[in-house]
T-cell receptor
Framework: AQTVTQSQPEMSVQEAETVTLSCTYDTSESDYYLFWYKQPPSRQMILVIRQEAYKQQNATENRFSVNFQKAAKSFSLKISDSQLGDAAMYFCAYRSGYNFNKFYFGSGTKLNVKP | EAQVTQNPRYLITVTGKKLTVTCSQNMNHEYMSWYRQDPGLGLRQIYYSMNVEVTDKGDVPEGYKVSRKEKRNFPLILESPSPNQTSLYFC??????????FGPGTRLLVL
């Protein structure tokens, strides 16, 4: 089974600064999808960004961007110009491209944003 | 409004008392799935369904049952709940290789 590792249980960032959340994964597949989800205190799971493994270009969504290193099996999330509303749990997730019904999540990183 | 709904949102029960958590989606999605979220473990997949009458086990299926008799509904059944099933449960749905959409979550406490 695939595994997803988030080695930073908790991080802090000053408002308006940049922070990077780390995620590594283990797989023998060549076709897969990677996601970052945000979970604010409301517990709702919100998709932040997604990356297809066959695309070399890193995905970006406004202030959120990823650094996808396929050979290193690394998928980090960069948040620029951090805002108080970015404070949440962030989960990295892997979806198989062969059995796309299977999802694997990391243990999460709690991001604190200091005013 | 496109959404995934779960009921109840909060539930306190006792060991051994059968319960069902309902999940419904209005997006005509083929795929539906159940997860449990526990501190330090992230989300773990319990069961998933590729279409009506087609279900399969995820990573932590023990103690749970599911059924998919209609495309829109995917209930999670705990026949004999135990305290180790105390958790936050999420239902999700999706189509093909698109992303999945999550319900609001159900917080379950088993005493």
């Amino acid at each position: 089974a695939q595994t997803v590792t988030q080695s930073q249980p908790e991080m802090s960032v000053q408002e308006a600064e940049t922070v990077t959340l780390s995620c590594t994964y283990d797989t023998s597949e060549s076709d897969y999808y990677l996601f970052w989800y945000k979970q604010p205190p409301s517990r709702q799971m919100i998709l932040v960004i997604r990356q297809e493994a066959y695309k070399q270009q890193n995905a970006t969504e406004n202030r959120f961007s990823v650094n996808f290193q396929k050979a290193a099996k690394s998928f980090s999330l960069k948040i620029s110009d951090s805002q108080l509303g970015d404070a949440a749990m962030y989960f990295c997730a892997y979806r198989s491209g062969y059995n796309f019904n299977k999802f694997y999540f990391g243990s999460g990183t709690k991001l604190n944003v200091k005013p | 409004e496109a959404q995934v709904t779960q009921n109840p949102r909060y539930l306190i029960t006792v060991t051994g008392k059968k319960l069902t958590v309902t999940c419904s989606q209005n997006m005509n999605h083929e795929y539906m799935s159940w997860y449990r979220q526990d501190p330090g473990l992230g989300l773990r997949q319990i069961y998933y369904s590729m279409n009506v009458e087609v279900t399969d086990k995820g990573d932590v299926p023990e103690g749970y049952k599911v059924s998919r008799k209609e495309k829109r509904n995917f209930p999670l059944i705990l026949e004999s709940p135990s305290p180790n099933q105390t958790s936050l449960y999420f239902c999700a749905s999706g189509r093909g290789k698109e992303t999945q959409y999550f319900g609001p979550g159900t917080r379950l406490l088993v005493l």
